[in-house]
């Protein structure tokens, strides 16, 4: 449109400018006379030099209508934020990084502070994710979920604090490999809504593991724990953390509560423990629960055929010796164990059974659970996320 209209614009303005012109040269019948000319009157040079100013202010103004035009289009190309869908009860959105924006900032008693951000993964604008990190772990998410876009809407045009979050799918490869585990060595079962189970979690984050799970087996009896009411707050608030009748959110401390369920003799087809701390070399798990008489309890609450899953996050700075070392702490206290590496998150997956397998079929059980794990991870939605990179069976000496 606009281009239609500079087109419109310089035809009449330079029809008008350059029409003078040809008359002059049609009643003369003579070549045009340049202002510079010898044989140039004074008053042709002065009219000539008008004629000529005049065509050129045309073309300056054509000039900054095409300026205008290109300012317009470069402008309205930005990605102003929001547009269209605005959420006015949770103030003004932070917006420094055009990819991610900055929608609330919690703290704790204890003064640390969580931040929840919503981020572009997709150059559209149409894929939008979820994260929270505490401060000083900027660069690593304590839990990202899928955001649902809604129809016609993109981050550009939309204040993504009222889009939907999506339960359904994991967007990190060790969340899937935790929720696959438990099924991978028959700990629950995969057919069914997962009614008479029981499953315990040390840890909600942002809730993705626990409600991805929620989703997929509706009577499966889930508890989590969580010490810290901040978490639950953001949790509830951010990622649709909701109580029902077989999920709960307690807050409590984890490591009181695995040992009243010891003394009360409750049991649990998985333990999940993914509680981590402020720790820069190995924050998960948090070191309150690296010692024996945490594993100890979690094994007193496991059913015969349960399974404890331990999420390891071991940063750059730390030898795989310390990992190895909590892999030997959890073989004190279980016959058998898995180690599961991501095929690009530093997370690990240790996974913990209360029986032996004997040496003659550790191969043979290796290559079952493996296929059983690649099974669950279909059956729970989570096959793109499900990417591993090494899975190792080990036995307590």
């Known amino acids: 449109m606009w281009e239609i209209m500079v087109a419109q614009c310089c035809q009449r303005n330079v029809a ?7 008359a002059s040269i049609d009643q003369n019948k003579s070549p045009p006379i340049s202002p510079h000319s010898p044989q140039a009157s004074p008053t042709q040079r002065k009219m000539v ?4 100013e005049s065509i050129l202010k045309v073309l300056y103004g054509i000039i900054g209508v095409l300026l205008v035009v290109l300012v317009l289009r470069i402008v309205t190309s930005l990605p102003f934020r929001p547009k269209g869908m605005l959420d006015e009860h949770q103030g003004e959105l932070s917006t420094a990084d055009p990819l991610i924006t900055k929608i609330d900032k919690q703290c704790g008693a204890n003064g640390v502070c969580f ?3 919503d981020i572009v993964i997709d150059t559209e604008g149409s894929l939008v994710q979820r994260a929270t990190y505490a401060d000083g772990f900027e660069s690593e998410y304590d839990t990202v979920v899928a955001l649902v876009t809604p129809k016609g809407y993109s981050y550009a045009d939309s204040d993504t604090r009222l ?3 999506n339960h359904w799918v994991s967007t990190t490869q060790y969340v899937a490999a935790m929720l696959c585990h438990p099924f991978g060595v028959s700990s629950l079962a995969m057919d069914g809504d997962g009614a008479g189970g029981n499953v315990l979690v040390i840890g909600l984050g942002g809730g993705n593991f626990d ?5 997929r087996k509706p009577k499966l009896n889930i508890t989590v724990i969580e010490i810290e009411p901040v ?25 009181t509560f695995m040992e009243s369920a010891r003394k009360q003799g409750h049991t649990y087809n998985a333990v999940i423990l993914d509680a981590c701390d402020d720790n820069k070399d190995l924050p998960c798990p948090a070191k309150v629960f690296r010692n024996p008489k945490v594993f100890a309890d979690a094994r007193a609450i496991l059913s015969p055929m349960g399974v404890l899953v331990v999420n390891v996050l071991p940063l750059t700075t730390v030898p795989e010796s310390d990992v190895t070392f909590i892999l030997h702490q959890l073989l004190e206290h279980f016959p058998t164990c898995l180690i599961m590496e991501m095929s690009v998150e530093a997370n690990r ?3 913990c059974l209360p029986y032996a397998i004997s040496g003659d079929s550790v191969e043979h059980s290796r290559d079952l659970i493996n296929d ?7 059956m729970l939605g989570v096959s793109d996320a499900f990417q591993v990179h090494t899975l190792n069976l080990l036995s307590a000496p």
């Open 49 to 52: 030099r008008f004629r000529i």
């Open 349 to 351: 997956v240790i996974s």
């Open 372 to 378: 059983r794990l690649k099974k669950a991870a279909a």
């Open 231 to 255: 978490v639950i707050s953001i949790a509830e608030k951010w990622f649709a953390v909701k109580d029902d009748a077989t999920r709960h959110t307690i807050l409590a401390d984890g490591i």
């Open 115 to 117: 931040t929840v951000v």
């Open 16 to 22: 008008k400018a350059v029409s003078p012109i040809h």
């Open 211 to 215: 409600m991805l799970l929620h989703k």
């Open 163 to 165: 889009w939907a979050v």
